[in-house]
């Protein structure tokens, strides 16, 4: 595993790594073994859910990524058994399908729930990452410290995506966030010079951290979240 980031190598395309400490959760999709959830949604709604499978070192290797509706999150809550993994910043959902099984996808959603916004803090390495974010509103540098995390929250290979202006940007590629919004809705991939590619319902993820980052992260919410890992742990800021 590599730390917070989810490493996606779909073939012949540079890697992906999504930083999960952007994420306000990452879950497990219920799922029956009969009546698979996110297939019968994209014959439903023409979102196409992506193949997730772990290679060792790390590595997913994925075909794809979908954009899947909140009433069947609801609906996917009530199955028995995963093999899927939802990620979640705000309203925004994005599913992936494990081709591995409901075993891998476990491991990795336990993996990286840690280190998303809604889990309650068990790592040190989280509690620092807490307690920066904590001081940066403090000094009134909360906003600095959202567009430094931003920064590098996903990534294409060497290139960064980020919005400005009304626009996702991927490197030098500028697409439009409606146009990306109506990518996504159709499971398609944004295409990228040289036959790349990236979900674009994962270049929706950036877009809905840059609204968070406008709007401000819930402050209380993040010291309640600090205070319970000092009380658990007996530790204070400093020690």
């Not at 399908?97 to 729930?113: M, N, S, T």
């Not at 040190?124 to 931003?150: N, Q």
């Not at 060497?158 to 409606?178: E, K, N, P, T």
Request: include cysteine; hydrophobic fraction near 45%.
């Amino acid at each position: 595993m590599d730390g917070p980031f989810l490493v996606i190598a779909p073939p012949g395309n540079p890697v992906i790594r999504l930083d999960a400490r952007l994420l306000d959760r990452v879950e497990l999709i219920g799922q029956s073994p009969t009546a698979p959830l996110v297939m019968a949604g994209a014959a439903a709604t023409g979102v196409v859910a992506g193949a997730l499978s772990y290679i060792p070192g790390g590595i997913f290797a994925c075909i794809g990524l979908a954009y899947l509706a909140q009433e069947r999150w609801r609906e996917a809550r009530r199955r028995k058994r995963s093999r899927d993994l939802l990620l979640s910043l705000g309203d925004l959902d994005v599913a992936l399908h494990v081709a591995d099984g409901p075993e891998a996808a476990k491991r990795i959603a336990d993996h990286l729930k840690p280190y998303t916004r809604n889990a309650p803090i068990t790592r040190p390495d989280v509690y620092e990452d807490a307690r920066r974010r904590l001081e940066a509103h403090a000094r009134g540098a909360g906003d600095r410290e959202a567009r430094r995390e931003l920064e590098r929250g996903l990534m294409v290979g060497s290139d960064v995506v980020y919005v400005d202006g009304g626009y996702l940007h991927v490197g030098s590629v500028a697409f439009r966030i409606d146009e990306v919004r109506d990518y996504a809705q159709h499971g398609a991939n944004l295409p990228l010079p040289g036959g790349r590619l990236l979900q674009a319902a994962m270049g929706l993820l950036v877009v809905a951290a840059e609204a968070r980052a406008r709007a401000g992260e819930d402050i209380e919410a993040l010291k309640q979240r600090v205070a319970h890992y000092e009380q658990w742990t007996g530790r204070t800021a400093g020690r």
